[in-house]
């Protein structure tokens, strides 16, 4: 009989946080059936090492190089031989009966083709999870001048999902990859993971995939984790990589030409708003600075070389390989 599920999580540079998931899964799988795949993505800080000690029942893959995200979890994938495989980030802290919840759900409805929990941040307060698919409208208001002008603000709002209260059962159309559930025999119909995108963005096109081929997203928060979010990724190389990724998904989605239309107009606004802020802190600074308040004008002047260099390098380096 196979596992009742497969967890694979991808670590990168995250070992004290991968050690509390891996603890969170051994205490909490409850009556499952269930086997856990690491993947270490040449982080280089002694996580291979610390799993090979402490966590025998693992079974591990250590890359010589870092492979990205995506190719990381289609590596675990080629070990998985559960039922139903769970994409779990390390940072993240599984809570009694989760596990049973996400297998109990896919396991219920044929016609659900992932399904996702409740997530909470450290301090117990609930982190959403979900989002609708993101529409030009919504990208230009998040990341161009319009935002400051509440242009488009709606969109923005819809694709957030701020209507909802992430303590309902619902269907939705995208969620986290930071526990994402997905049985084995969607996956052999939509694809693994598209190993083009590096890092972020990969299970929102999972998700689009799931559901154009007329599965249901589910989101269950009877079960519950804990992420604490932001372990692996400098903000600044961040930024970049997720620009990347998400100009990628407009062209894979949007099509030749709506595609490409859609990347034109948000690295346009993209670049105004960072010449905006670089301009109004420029000036601001000058301002306080002749009435004496040197420490905002400190603050303001870093705002202005974060906007330079957006300008003068990471606004291009996001555009390459995307």
């Known amino acids: 009989m196979p596992p009742d599920l497969s967890i694979v999580i991808v670590a990168y540079r995250c070992r004290d946080a991968l050690a509390d998931c891996l603890m969170s899964i051994e205490s ?21 090492e610390m799993v090979r000690e402490r966590f025998g029942w693992v079974r591990l893959i250590a890359n010589a190089r870092n492979r990205g995200f995506a190719a990381a979890n289609n590596q675990g994938l080629v070990l998985a031989a559960g039922r139903n495989v769970l994409f779990l980030n390390p940072d993240t802290v599984v809570h009694a009966g989760a596990l049973e919840v996400l297998v109990r759900t896919l396991d219920g409805d044929p016609h659900v083709g992932a399904c996702g929990p409740q997530l909470l941040n450290a301090d117990g307060s609930i982190q959403p999870s979900a989002r609708r698919f993101p529409t030009l409208a919504a990208l230009l208001h998040q990341y161009t001048p319009l935002r400051a002008l509440r242009f488009l603000k709606g969109a923005y709002r819809r694709y957030k999902m701020a209507d909802f209260d992430f303590r309902t059962p619902a269907d939705v159309d995208s969620l986290m990859g930071a526990a994402l559930c997905v049985p084995q025999r969607v996956l052999a119909e939509v694809g693994i993971m598209d ?128």
């Open 195 to 322: 190993e083009r995108f590096f890092v972020y963005l990969e299970e929102v096109d999972l998700c689009r995939r799931i559901r154009e081929a007329g599965h249901r997203i589910r989101f269950e928060p009877s079960g519950r984790l804990t992420h604490l979010g932001g372990v692996s990724a400098a903000s600044a190389t961040a930024n970049v990589l997720f620009c990347r990724s998400l100009f990628r998904y407009l062209r894979k989605h949007g099509g030749p030409f709506r595609g490409a239309a859609m990347v034109f107009a948000l690295r346009l606004g993209m670049f105004l708003r960072e010449a905006a802020l670089l301009v109004g802190n420029l000036i601001a600074a000058l301002v306080l600075l002749l009435v004496g308040r040197t420490a905002r004008a400190q603050r303001r002047l870093a705002g202005a070389a974060s906007a330079a260099r957006f300008l003068c390098r990471d606004g291009w380096l996001m555009f390459l390989k995307a």
């Open 28 to 48: 909490h799988s409850g009556n499952l059936a269930t086997e856990t795949i690491v993947v270490d993505n040449a982080g280089r800080d002694g996580t291979a």
